[in-house]
Each structure stands twice: as C-alpha cells, then as structure tokens.
C-alpha cells in the first residue's frame, strides 16, 4: 500500500520542475527574486513572483521536498511528524513561567514549511484582529475590508471526501471557491459525539451558542471546524496548492531543498545599506555559495528562522552581536523580540463504558492493526479515520465577561468585542473525552535569540509563556470554563470526570503547578520580526514588509505580525503572504 501511494504521487511530479537537491545543481542564472524559506509564505511567493514569466525566482529550503512524504500528505499520519526530519526539533529555553521546564516547540522542516506538517485548522481570526493590525501598522490595506480579496484567491472550499450533507455547518457566503488552498468541514466519522456537543451547545447556550461560521470575522461561540484538506481527503498544503505540479513547470521558478541560508549580506557594489545576497551553505559540507538577487531578497524563514538569520546577518541589537563577535550591520533591537505564542492546555475527561458509540476506530493511536486498516481505508478509496488529523469537529472561543476580576485588572487586551480571550478545542482521543483550553489573547511576551555565532547552532527560544499574570489567569477561566462545558445535562453518565493530572490537584498551589508543569505550546508564534508603521521608534519592517534603513530586502512571514491573531496562524500568514506578493508585482510591474 505504501507503494500504491508512492507511485501515485510520483506519477504526478514526473520531471516538470527545476528543484534541485544540492546547492551545486543550482544554474547560473540572474535571479529577479531570491526567496530564503520555502515554507507556508515562501512557497505562497514563489507561486505569485513566477506568474510573471520575465521575473526568475529561486526558493531556498532547509528541509527536503514535501512530495511523497506519507506524514505530510495523509492528514491522519500528521502526528508521525513531530521529531522526523520534517521537524527542526527544537526546544524552548527553561521557562521561568513553567516552573523552569522546557517544552518541544514543532516547526516544518520541509517544503510547504509547517503548513506540511500542521493540524490543518483553517481559521481566518475576527475581524478585529485585521482592523488592529491597520491601526498598530498605519496601513489600512491590512483592514478586514482590504484583505477580503486575499482570502479569495487562498481558499477554494471543496466538499467533504465522505459527501454528507453539510448544509447548516457553515456560512456558504464567506467562503471562496476559486483560491488555491483547499478547505473542507469535518467527515462523518464521529456523528454521536458530534451530536453530543452539539446538544450541550443548544443546553448551555451563552458563551457556547452555535456559531454559524466562525470564519465569518465574527468567530465567537461553539463552531463546526473547516480543515486544509481536499475533497479527496489529502492535506492541502501551501506546497501542494500553490506550487502544483502546474506551477513547478514554470521555467522561471527554481527550488532547491536541502540547502542552508546563513546569512543575508550587503550587495558588493551597491549604495547605502543595499542587502540582496544570501549565502547559502548545504548542511552536510562546508560549501558556501553567495547569490544576489537583482530586485529582491525576501525573507521567509518563519518566526524562528528569520529572526535566525537576520542576527547571523548582524541585524540586531548591536550589544548582543557584539558579545558574539558579530559585525552589526544594522542595529535595530527589535529583532527577535515580542515572540508571542499560545499557551495550550490539555484537559482529559473519562467516558463511562458505552455511554456513547465511538465508533471502531477508539484504539487507533494504540492498535497498529487498526493502523494498518486505516492505512489500507484511505489508500483505497479515501475512507476511514486518516481522512482527518485528530478527532477535533468543534472549537469555541470565548471572552472573559466585561465584568470579570481578571479584566477589571488587566483590561481587555483582545482586539475587540467580536474576539476571543479563549479557544477550546473539543474532541475525543483513544476513548477520552478532550478539551484544550488555549488563550488566544496572550499578553506575554518572549524572544528569539543566539547563542553563538554558528548560524547551524539552534536558536534560543524564549516564549516566556505565563510571564504575564493575565496568561496564567485565564487559562485558569478556560479550564474552568471547559469543565462547565463538560457538565452540561447530555453528559450526564457519559462523562465521568476529569482525569490526568489536574484530576488530583485540589489546592491552589496544587492547581497552579499542575498547570505551569503541562502547558503546551499552541504553535502558533508571530512577532519577532515586527511591522510597524514608516518611522516608528520600534519594529523590524514597515508596513510593505520591507526590512527599516535596507533597501532590497523583504520580510515575508508569521514573524511581521506584531499581535499574535487570535486564530490558528496559518490563515493570517497566507493573508501577510498574499498580499506582499501583490506589493512586489506592483512595486516591479515593469
Ligand atoms: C505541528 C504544528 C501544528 C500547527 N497546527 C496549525 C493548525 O492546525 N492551523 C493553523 O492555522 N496553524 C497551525 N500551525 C501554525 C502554522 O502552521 C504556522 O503559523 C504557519 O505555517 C507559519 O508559516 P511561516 O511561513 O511563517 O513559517 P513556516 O511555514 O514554518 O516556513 C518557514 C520555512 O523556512 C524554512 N527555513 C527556516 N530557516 C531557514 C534557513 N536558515 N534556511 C533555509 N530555510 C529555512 C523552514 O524549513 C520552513 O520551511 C501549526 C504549526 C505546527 C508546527
Ligand atoms: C529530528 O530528530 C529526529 C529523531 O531524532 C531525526 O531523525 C531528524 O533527523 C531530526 N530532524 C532534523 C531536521 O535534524
Ligand atoms: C488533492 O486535492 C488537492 C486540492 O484540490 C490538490 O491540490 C491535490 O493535487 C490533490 N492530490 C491528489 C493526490 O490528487
Ligand atoms: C514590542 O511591541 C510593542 C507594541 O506592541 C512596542 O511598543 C515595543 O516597542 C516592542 N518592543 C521591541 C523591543 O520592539
Ligand atoms: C472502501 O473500501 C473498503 C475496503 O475495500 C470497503 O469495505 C468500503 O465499502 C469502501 N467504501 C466506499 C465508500 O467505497
Ligand atoms: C457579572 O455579570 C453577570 C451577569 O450580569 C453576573 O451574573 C455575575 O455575577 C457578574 N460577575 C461579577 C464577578 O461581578
Ligand atoms: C489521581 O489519584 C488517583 C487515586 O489516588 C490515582 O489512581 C491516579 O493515578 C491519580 N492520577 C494522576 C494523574 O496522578
Ligand atoms: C513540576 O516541574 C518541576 C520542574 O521540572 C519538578 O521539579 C516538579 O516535581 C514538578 N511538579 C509536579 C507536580 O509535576
Ligand atoms: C517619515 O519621516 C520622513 C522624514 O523625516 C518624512 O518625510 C515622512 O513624511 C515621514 N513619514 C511618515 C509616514 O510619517
């Protein structure tokens, strides 16, 4: 069967494009673009720039190619992900917030870049947080309004591989059908627990109301979840969507894989501050290669990996390269830092023995026959539990109430009264019931920094997670929150109560080290590589995404975003995506 597969997909990438595995098979040509990551953004790049077929376009990736790879192609196999050669392994730094614990932080290492390796959750965020983003950048192209046409051109909704009915699911009116990257609702592979939480939202109402499309920019209340993941139930990635095998047949697109960026550097023979070459060296040899790029270097390398390379490139804090005996190219202390991310926490509830039909599939994550069978099921004919990621068809974002103690102290640090304070996650696992409180409006803050001057060395990863009072606190809201959810009357004999480890906390400070032991990250960092409006004292990037005081050198990724949204990320960095690639064709129309 993995055979089957393999010839299927090998069939369809047959010896149409220009991707090179090793820097020395790169041609000697003069590159209009040069584009440093081909992960959810880059890939969104090289797609647009090549449109115009005079603009030759490299893409430089870490990982290796995304085609074939079983993890990323079949949403069910996404957790075998996590700690291969498509994840750069990385770990934060202890975390004064988690009781000096430190936690795996995933990140695709592999063309398509995380959106090859992540849950696949597709949501856009309210409209809010786009209203905030023209507001905080001065530039009202990033409004809700303005980014519509962006949606468009990234969303093309498809129907289920399963065919149920989904009339009542979603709002038809904000979707897209002609964008790239495919959209579906949830299989019909769990219809009694999603009966269940559909009851106990009609039970409770309030907060956990029925949403009728929480992508509508108005996400709050219980909601059925919209996933990347085609119609014939394979992931639907920025690699396999924007650079499709129509794409990758362009002859002025090249990627080459497997291949390092150390730095960016100033452009020999260039005036003021002129940065449009990267050097680029494959991680098995010491080889290293500068190209330059007539128009542009623009650069996708992520919220790690950008940060990474602009303080290799001696763009930082002057005192910090100082202290690394790197040369400062441009002082600018901004970069690296406001790394926001989600903290996630999960909360298991026990089910009592047949309460609810969970189908034949409970014992999938344990039982590799059951594996094999559903391995089998999805090469066939696209059935069965591998269709979908994990068992999640609902989330809920929720406010702290106006009048609540948390708020009274800290404000509303939301973008508005249409966002939320809380996600949860709701969904079964292995025959247990499962909510993942997540506090999408975060107010700590962390850093992306180095600890040496070997662009190989991993960077130092400081979410500061629960830093601020405000996190910590309202997690506490979301689990409680979650636990009320749970107790709505259709529960009654089905849950049990909770279990793992907050099940036997009782005191406060039982609670509160429970928590800080077994938060998560929600993976979903932005902001180390902040946009901020033309002349302001702090930022890396104005509002065009052009890197402050350079000229030739962009920025396109999660890092440009200055407040985390309160949403899954990859939506908003196919937005950041999609219109920088509209900017640069302007800016370079000839
Ligand atoms: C496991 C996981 C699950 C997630 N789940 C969801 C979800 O369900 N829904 C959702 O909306 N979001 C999810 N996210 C977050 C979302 O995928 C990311 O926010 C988004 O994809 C980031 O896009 P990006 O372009 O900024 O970075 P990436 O897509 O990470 O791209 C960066 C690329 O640059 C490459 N790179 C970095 N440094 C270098 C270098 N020095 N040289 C060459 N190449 C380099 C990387 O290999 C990578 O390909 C998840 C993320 C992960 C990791
Ligand atoms: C991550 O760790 C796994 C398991 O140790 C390893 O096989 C893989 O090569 C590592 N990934 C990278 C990018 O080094
Ligand atoms: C599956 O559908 C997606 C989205 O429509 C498409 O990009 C992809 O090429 C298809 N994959 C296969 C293997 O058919
Ligand atoms: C972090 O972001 C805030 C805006 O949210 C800004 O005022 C501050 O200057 C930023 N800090 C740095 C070091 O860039
Ligand atoms: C898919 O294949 C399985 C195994 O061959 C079969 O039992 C099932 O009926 C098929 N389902 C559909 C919808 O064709
Ligand atoms: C907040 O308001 C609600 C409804 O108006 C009320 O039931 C609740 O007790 C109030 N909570 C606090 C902390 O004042
Ligand atoms: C909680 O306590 C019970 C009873 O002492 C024990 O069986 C269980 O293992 C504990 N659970 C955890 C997660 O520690
Ligand atoms: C919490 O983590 C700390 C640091 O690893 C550890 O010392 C402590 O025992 C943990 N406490 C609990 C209750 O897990
Ligand atoms: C930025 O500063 C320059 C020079 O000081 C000025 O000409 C320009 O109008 C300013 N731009 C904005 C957006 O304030």
Redesign the pocket.
């Known amino acids: 069967m993995f055979l089957r597969l393999a010839v299927v997909v090998g069939l369809a990438s047959v010896g149409l494009c220009a991707t090179y595995g090793t820097i020395k098979d790169i041609p000697n040509i003069k590159w209009d673009f040069i584009i440093a990551g081909g992960g959810t953004a880059g890939s969104v790049l090289a797609s647009r720039l090549t449109e115009n077929p005079s603009f030759n376009v490299l893409v430089i990736e870490a990982g290796p190619t995304n085609e074939g790879v079983e993890e990323s192609i079949i949403p069910g196999l996404m957790p075998r992900a996590a700690l291969s050669r498509y994840d750069w392994n990385f770990t934060t730094v202890p975390q004064e917030g988690l009781n000096g614990n430190s936690i795996t932080f995933q990140r695709g290492h592999i063309l398509g870049g995380s959106s090859s390796v992540n849950g696949m959750v597709y949501t856009r965020g309210p409209a809010s947080d786009y209203e905030r983003l023209a507001r905080v950048s001065g530039d009202d192209g990033w409004s809700w309004e303005n980014i519509q046409s962006y949606l468009k051109k990234n969303e093309k909704l498809e129907p289920p591989a399963d065919n149920h009915d989904v009339d009542g699911e979603f709002d038809p009116a904000v979707h897209s059908l002609t964008g790239k990257v495919a959209v579906t609702l949830p299989n019909n592979l769990n219809p009694a627990l999603d009966a269940a939480i559909l009851q106990a939202s009609k039970e409770l109402g309030g907060d956990f109301q029925l949403t009728p499309d929480m992508n509508s920019g108005k996400p709050l209340g219980l909601g059925w979840l919209q996933l990347t993941i085609g119609h014939n139930g394979t992931r639907s990635s920025s690699a396999t969507s924007y650079l499709d095998s129509q794409t990758k047949a362009r002859k002025n697109l090249h990627i080459v894989t497997d291949t390092f960026v150390t730095r960016v550097l100033k452009t020999p023979g260039t005036k003021g501050l002129t940065i449009r070459s990267v050097e680029i060296r494959s991680p098995d040899t010491s080889d290293t290669v500068v190209l330059t790029a007539s128009k542009e270097v623009i650069v996708a390398g992520g919220t790690i990996g950008t940060p990474h390379i602009l303080l290799h490139s001696g763009i930082g804090d002057q005192r910090d390269l100082k202290m690394l005996n790197i040369e400062t190219v441009l002082h600018n202390?901004?970069v690296g830092?406001?790394f926001t991310d989600h903290p996630a926490f999960f909360l298991p509830f026990s089910l009592a023995p047949n309460s609810i039909d969970l189908g034949p599939w409970v014992n999938l994550n344990t039982d590799p026959a059951l594996q094999a069978q559903a391995l089998e099921l999805w090469n066939t004919n696209r059935t069965g539990p591998y269709l979908e990621p994990t068992p999640t068809h609902h989330l809920a974002f929720l406010r702290l109430p106006d009048n609540s103690s948390i708020i009274k102290q800290f404000g509303d640090l939301s973008s508005g009264q249409e966002s939320a304070h809380i996600e949860i996650m709701l969904g079964v696992s292995g025959g247990t019931y499962i909510a993942v409180p997540i506090v999408v409006s975060p107010t700590s803050r962390g850093s992306i920094t180095i600890g040496s001057n070997n662009p190989f060395d991993n960077p130092l990863i400081d979410p500061g997670y629960y830093t601020s009072k405000f996190d910590i606190l309202a997690i506490r809201e979301g689990i409680k929150s979650a636990v009320q959810f749970s107790e709505a009357p259709v529960w009654k004999n089905v849950i049990t109560g909770l279990v793992g480890p907050l099940a036997n906390a009782t005191t406060d400070a039982e609670i509160d080290t429970t928590i800080r032991n077994n938060t998560l990250s929600g993976l979903h960092p932005v902001g180390t590589s902040?946009m901020s409006p033309k002349n302001a004292s702090?930022?890396v990037v104005d509002p065009d995404l052009l890197v402050k005081h350079v000229s030739g050198l962009r920025i396109v990724d999660a890092s440009v975003l200055?407040y985390i949204p309160c949403a899954h990320a990859q939506v908003p960095v196919y937005v950041v995506a999609e219109r920088a690639a509209d900017m640069i064709m302007r800016k370079w129309h000839a």
């Open positions: 202390p901004s830092k406001n902040a702090w930022g200055p």
